[in-house]
């Protein structure tokens, strides 16, 4: 077995007439492409709260307030990062509901994302997407009391 490392991130959910924000996740080598929710990683000492508000203004150049907690998933994915064996990843997830209330949208530089775009709701379930923005939404549309939803398993257009 490889390696074990623990991931702390927050996402957010943004929607606005019938449109959900995302961005477009380029890996370091170039060669893995897909839709997500603007967010992502989680500073050290940072709080999941900032990190949401930091991250959005970061992948798409809107300045955004959090309007709910959505909840948190916890997954150990593995994944292939060039180092025998693997890497089995505790990735944990923080959800909210955020608001645009200023900024313009563009596309990040020198970052995991280079794009930023307003999908409508029904083609998002068409585009390859991370798993992230399937429970995103259904934490956004099922409000469990408990902020967790069942896992949602890895297949066709959803990648981890």
Do not use: K
Request: aromatic content about 6%; charged content about 25%; hydrophobic content about 40%.
């Amino acid at each position: 077995m490889g390696e074990t490392r623990f991931r702390l991130a927050a996402y957010a959910v943004c929607q606005v007439d019938d449109r959900l924000l995302l961005a477009s996740y380029i890996s370091p080598s170039g060669n893995v492409r897909h839709w997500t929710l603007p967010g992502g990683g989680v500073e050290h000492g940072e709080d999941p709260y900032h990190g949401v508000v930091r991250e959005v203004e970061e992948e798409t150049g809107y300045q955004v307030e959090v309007e709910e907690l959505l909840g948190v998933d916890s997954r150990v994915v593995q994944v292939d990062w060039g180092i025998p064996g693997g890497v089995e990843v505790h990735s944990v997830g923080v959800f909210y509901r955020v608001r645009v209330t200023g900024g313009e949208l563009r596309h990040e530089i020198g970052g995991s994302t280079d794009q930023a775009a307003w999908v409508p709701m029904p083609r998002v379930p068409e585009i390859e997407r991370a798993v992230i923005v399937d429970i995103g939404l259904r934490l956004a549309d099922l409000r469990p009391p408990g902020g967790h939803v069942d896992p949602i398993p890895v297949t066709g257009l959803l990648r981890h």
